[in-house]
């Protein structure tokens, strides 16, 4: 035994304890750990049954994905354990409480018998990293549970409660009382019953009122709703594998299908997320020995559709928050639009009624400003304009307390100029919220030339209180996310004076896998927005010397077409569905002509990529190379989580190592030496070119040049 895995006595029941924090992940360790205390207890014939319960705050919330890159890597060792639990000829329970997935269910469900805590939630997320479930989830779960139950919640990977997986059949009791105190007394009256082991294996998997056509019909949804992800279909393979095939047979499919999964390039894009996300939270220069600011209370200015859906966040983590605005309609307008989305909420069984009333008690609304005294940290949603911002700034400057954080929710304008505003610089932060700010995943936390150490480090840890995923950048026109953007558009509407539809141009991002294209995108957004992001730009000095510039978009905006929200902008709108318009290829047409730009019928798919997405990996480098973003995955994490780039692409940069940086600079190139590169579009990044001499890795990039 060791300190990892023990396995200690109480009684005549073996109590073994995993105890590997913070999650007790299923490490090589514990793994080994796992099988010299399962040998034990099958050589000490004293022990009469074997409990399985973890220490901390949790059971076992999976396994050890650093592993699975690894060129040895097996499941086989773990596998070998889970099937000598189930063969024991003396009763195992599971005590399970807090996180019970992926291995970790995969463990309880190789044990006999299963008791929970009430809060606890149970669940095989593996999808989720691009794979199936490989320690014979696919063939227990189902047996337990039936094939319909199993095979939703494999494919979705989400998590369901006790009680629901008690009603299931996954968990035999549901008790209050401490993980050990629970799991000993449960034993303990399994043993007074005399009931004796029982093997999951064993059991046939339930079929009744399962049509004759489940599996067919499911492959064909997976085919249909998830073509880029192989998981979806070998998910449903192995759950029917289960439902029609002997145990063994079954275990078998499961391993092809698993490794088929672990080595695919999904899924090494999908677990290369997986890890940015957890390192983009570290930031270089803040140790963990930096006192945070408290945020007791939070204040927004603007209660638009954007400050009031950034209020929604911090109420729904149960943080006090005060909305001001100008006038009493505006107010009232966005306390009701709040109010509305909670009751549509609870109208879909999301929320109780006394759960809506709960939130919105926590929100009150007010005209004075002055309400700001008291707030730990206030955030300025107003008008994307730089002369208002600055007013406004310098006004939170004035009436915030000493100490509280001003944050400004600015999407691309100079954070270092509104910080100044202020008059205490060091106290300000940007907190770029993505529309709907209260369902988008992405912050971009934009950190100014003086913002202080401790108030980034608090609202980074405050973006993981109201569950954002948090991103740092620093100080530039549109950040990360709406710098990389401007590019995309700018060959968007270039390839739209050139000739292409704008359903022509979406059709070719979106067929890689975009949840959108850019003109769908902008169209949601607001073209309004959109335009007048350029026309701020153009006042700070930053547009190119170029009259054909972006010339769609404001084009668009002065005559109107707002996109969705007035049913017409790059297209026209048929209640929500997006149509061509010929007069949006009028207007391309009309502006083509105007700046001397030659239209083409010759306009393919792959032109459309190469020139939208390899402009994208090229700022990308540019702003890695200007040390803008930390990281290659801190980009990748802000287009996948905010954006709708596919995550089985793994994000702009990590798709350019899998296209290869030598291509990706030879069609830049290309495209200087066709298009013309007066305005510098087609520059290759010096990064990009650095790395693809080299035969290097973009993704693999740490700070230097050198």
């Known amino acids: 035994m060791t300190d990892i895995v023990s396995l200690d006595r109480h009684g005549d029941i073996a109590v073994l304890t995993i105890s590997n924090p913070p999650v007790n992940a299923l490490s090589p360790a514990v793994v080994a750990g796992l099988t010299a205390a399962v040998a034990a207890f099958e050589a000490d014939r004293t022990y009469a049954a074997l409990l399985v ?15 699975f890159d690894a060129p040895d890597f097996s499941a086989a060792p773990y596998n070998d354990t889970l099937a000598r639990i189930e063969a024991l000829d003396r009763p195992v329970a599971a ?22 805590l009430p809060s606890t939630q149970l669940g095989l997320p593996e999808v989720k990293l691009g794979i199936l479930p490989g320690s014979l989830g696919t063939q227990r779960l189902p047996r337990l549970a039936g094939a319909k ?76 709703r998830k073509p880029f992800y192989p998981s979806a279909r070998n998910i449903v393979l192995a759950v029917q594998a289960a439902a029609t095939l002997p145990f063994a047979e079954g275990e078998a499919v499961e391993a092809r299908l ?11 894009a999908m677990r290369h997320l997986f890890f940015a996300e957890r390192q983009a939270a570290k930031i270089p220069g803040l140790g963990r020995e930096l006192a945070l600011r408290p945020v007791h209370s939070v204040g927004i ?40 989305h909670y009751e549509a909420s609870a109208a879909k069984g999301r929320l109780t009624a006394q759960q809506v009333a709960q939130r919105m008690a926590l929100l009150r609304g007010t005209l004075d400003d002055a309400a700001f005294a008291d707030c730990d940290l206030v955030i300025e949603a107003v008008f994307e304009n730089m002369d208002l911002k600055k007013q406004v700034c310098a006004r939170l400057g004035q009436v915030c307390q000493p100490g509280a954080i001003i944050a400004t929710n600015t999407s691309t304008l100079d ?29 971009e936390v934009v950190r100014g030339a003086r913002t202080a150490p401790d108030v980034l480090a608090t609202v980074m840890q405050l973006a993981r209180r109201i569950g ?71 006042k700070a000095g930053g547009l190119p010397p170029d009259d054909s510039y972006r010339a769609v978009v404001r084009r668009m905006f002065e005559i109107g077409r707002f996109g969705q929200k007035t049913g017409a902008g790059y297209y026209r709108y048929d209640g929500r569905k997006p149509v061509d318009d010929p007069e949006t290829s009028r207007i391309a047409a009309e502006l ?19 020139r939208l997405l390899y402009s994208l990996i090229n700022e990308g480098a540019r702003i890695l190379e200007e040390g803008i973003a930390y990281r290659p995955g801190d980009i990748d994490i802000v287009w996948t989580a905010g954006y709708g780039f596919p995550d089985h692409k793994g994000g702009p940069l990590w798709m350019a190592d899998a296209i290869g940086l030598a291509t990706i600079v030879e069609r830049l190139q290309h495209y200087a030496s066709t298009r013309g590169d007066a305005f510098g579009y087609w520059r290759v990044s010096p990064l990009l070119a650095s790395l693809a001499g080299k035969g290097q890795r973009i993704s693999d990039f740490a700070g230097t040049l050198a």
């Open 592 to 610: 083509a002509a105007s700046h001397g730009i030659a239209r083409r019928s010759d306009i393919g798919a792959q032109e459309i990529v190469e």
């Open 53 to 67: 319960h973890s220490s901390g705050r949790t059971f076992v919330a999976g396994g050890d994905i650093t592993s």
């Open 415 to 443: 954070v270092d100029v509104l910080a100044a505003a202020t008059g205490r610089p060091a106290d300000v932060v940007g907190m770029h919220f993505f529309s709907p700010a209260n369902v988008m995943r992405l912050l």
């Open 301 to 340: 200015l603007g209660a638009g559709t954007m400050g009031g859906g950034i209020a929604m966040n911090f109420v729904n983590a149960g943080i006090p928050t005060v909305l001001v605005e100008v006038t009493q309609a505006a107010l009232d307008r966005g306390l009701g639009l709040i109010r509305t």
């Open 95 to 116: 005590a399970l409480h807090g996180t019970v997935l992926g291995g970790g269910l995969e463990l309880a469900l190789a044990c006999h018998w299963r008791v929970a």
């Open 149 to 224: 139950l199993a095979l939703d919640m494999i494919a979705s990977g989400r998590s369901i409660g006790a009680e629901a997986a008690r009603q299931a059949g996954i968990v035999d009791e549901v008790r209050e009382g401490t993980p050990l105190e629970v799991g000993l007394a449960f034993v303990q009256d399994l043993l007074a019953r005399r009931v004796g082991p029982r093997g999951t294996s064993e059991r046939a998997v339930p079929d009744e009122g399962l049509p004759a056509d489940f599996f067919d019909q499911a492959l064909a949804e997976a085919a249909a």
């Open 258 to 268: 698993f490794e088929a999964l672990r080595v695919s390039p999904e899924s090494q």
């Open 468 to 538: 954002k995923v948090a991103v740092v950048s620093g100080v530039c026109y549109g950040f990360i996310g709406n710098r990389m953007a401007e590019v995309y558009m700018r060959e968007a509407e270039f390839l739209m004076m050139e000739g292409a539809s704008p359903s022509q141009i979406d059709g070719a991002v979106e067929a890689l896998g975009m949840a959108m294209g850019p003109c769908r995108m902008l169209d949601m957004a607001g073209i309004d927005v959109g335009a007048n992001t350029v026309i701020e730009y153009g």
